[in-house]
C-alpha cells in the first residue's frame, strides 16, 4: 500500500471543482466504504497492537508508528458490526481529524477512485448503521457508504463545545445583533458543536446540511434583503459536504454579485500544508481545523465586525 497515497500534490487541482478523491474499503464482508484521501496519512498493514487499561471498549489498543503512539478504532465496532478478528491480514488507516491523529482498524483497503461531490448524496434514512453515515454514492453499481467519523470519535471522547469564561466575557457583537450566523456542515454532531460554540455570541443562527443547501438558501436571504450582507453576518462551512463541497460553495459565493461580499470561514477536520493554497484559491476569508469552541468563536466575532469590501 506505500504507493497508494502518492502524488498527494496533484490533488490540490481538484479543488474549486467539486471534485474529490476517495479511499476505498472493507470492514467485515462486501460492503465498500469510503474516505477522503486528504484525511489520510498513511495506509499499512495492520501492525501488532497493545492493549491499555481502561480504553474505550471500540479502542482495540495503540500501536507504535514511526515514533508516535497511535490509538487504533475497529471501524467495524464502532458502526455496530462485529469485531475484525483476523488482525494479520487487517490493515490500519492513518488519518488527522480534529487535530489528532488516529488509526482506523479495517478489514481490507482497495484503491482509490476519483468522483465529484455531486455524485455523493445524503444518505438515507433510517436506524441501525445508518445513523452513522455522513453520506453515500455509487461506484459500479454498488453503493459505497461514507461513515461520520466525527459521530464516531465523539462517541469515544466527546468534546468540550463551549467557550471558555474568558472568551465568553470578551467577545461584542454591537452594532451586528440584526445579523445571522449561517452554518453549514453535513455531519449532525458537528453542525450542534458548533452552533453551542457560537451562542456565545448571542445572535440568530441558520443550518443547512450541505454546500447546494447552503448556496440556494444564501441566495433567498439576497433575493429578500438585497445583498446577503444586509442579513448574514458570516458563513462557517465544512468543506466535505454531499453535492457540493465547502471549496466549491465559497467559490460560487464569490463569483455571485450579491453574494460575494459575505465573509466565509471555512471550519474543517482536513489538515495539512495544502490547506491555505486552497483556502486562497477559492477566496475563503479564514480556515479553522476543528474543532477548538474559542478559536472558531473569536474567527466568527472578528469576521462579523470586519466591514465587508
Avoid at 454546500?211 to 444586509?230: P, S, W
Avoid at 453576518?233 to 454531499?242: A, W
Amino acid at each position: 500500500m506505500s504507493g497508494i497515497l502518492d502524488s498527494v500534490n496533484q490533488r490540490t487541482q481538484l479543488v474549486g471543482q467539486n471534485r474529490l478523491e476517495l479511499l476505498l474499503f472493507r470492514l467485515n464482508g462486501r460492503q465498500r466504504f469510503g474516505i477522503n484521501v486528504f484525511k489520510v496519512r498513511e495506509v499499512l498493514q495492520c501492525p501488532p497492537l497493545t492493549a491499555m487499561p481502561k480504553l474505550n471498549p471500540l479502542v482495540r489498543g495503540v500501536a507504535h508508528i514511526r515514533g508516535q503512539t497511535i490509538s487504533v478504532i475497529d471501524l467495524s465496532m464502532a458502526t455496530r458490526g462485529k469485531k475484525i478478528e483476523d488482525l494479520k491480514n487487517a490493515f490500519i488507516v492513518i488519518a488527522e481529524y480534529n487535530r489528532s491523529v488516529q488509526g482506523f482498524l479495517v478489514g481490507a483497503v482497495e484503491r482509490i477512485i476519483n468522483t465529484n461531490w455531486d455524485a455523493i448524496m445524503p444518505p438515507p434514512q433510517g436506524t441501525g448503521r445508518a445513523s452513522y453515515l455522513t453520506a453515500v454514492t455509487e461506484v459500479e453499481n454498488e453503493l459505497i457508504e461514507i461513515l461520520d467519523v466525527e459521530k464516531i470519535l465523539n462517541e469515544i471522547s466527546p468534546l468540550n463545545a463551549e467557550v471558555s469564561n474568558d472568551v465568553a466575557d470578551s467577545l461584542t457583537t454591537e452594532g451586528q445583533e440584526n445579523k445571522i450566523i449561517f452554518i453549514a456542515d453535513d455531519s449532525a454532531v458537528a453542525r450542534n458543536q458548533v452552533k453551542k460554540a457560537l451562542t456565545a455570541l448571542g445572535l440568530e443562527m441558520e443550518l443547512a446540511k450541505n454546500g447546494l443547501e447552503a448556496l440556494n438558501r444564501l441566495k433567498e436571504i439576497a433575493e429578500e434583503y438585497g445583498d446577503v450582507t444586509n442579513r448574514v453576518g458570516v458563513l462557517v462551512s465544512d468543506i466535505e459536504m454531499p453535492e457540493m463541497d465547502g471549496y466549491t460553495l465559497t467559490a460560487e459565493i464569490k463569483n455571485t454579485p450579491e453574494l460575494q461580499k459575505l465573509h466565509v470561514v471555512l471550519h474543517t477536520s482536513l489538515s495539512g500544508v495544502f490547506n491555505q493554497a486552497m483556502v486562497q484559491k477559492v477566496g475563503a476569508d479564514d480556515f479553522i481545523a476543528k474543532f477548538h469552541p474559542d478559536e472558531l468563536a473569536t474567527a466568527v466575532q472578528k469576521w462579523l465586525m470586519t466591514e465587508c469590501e
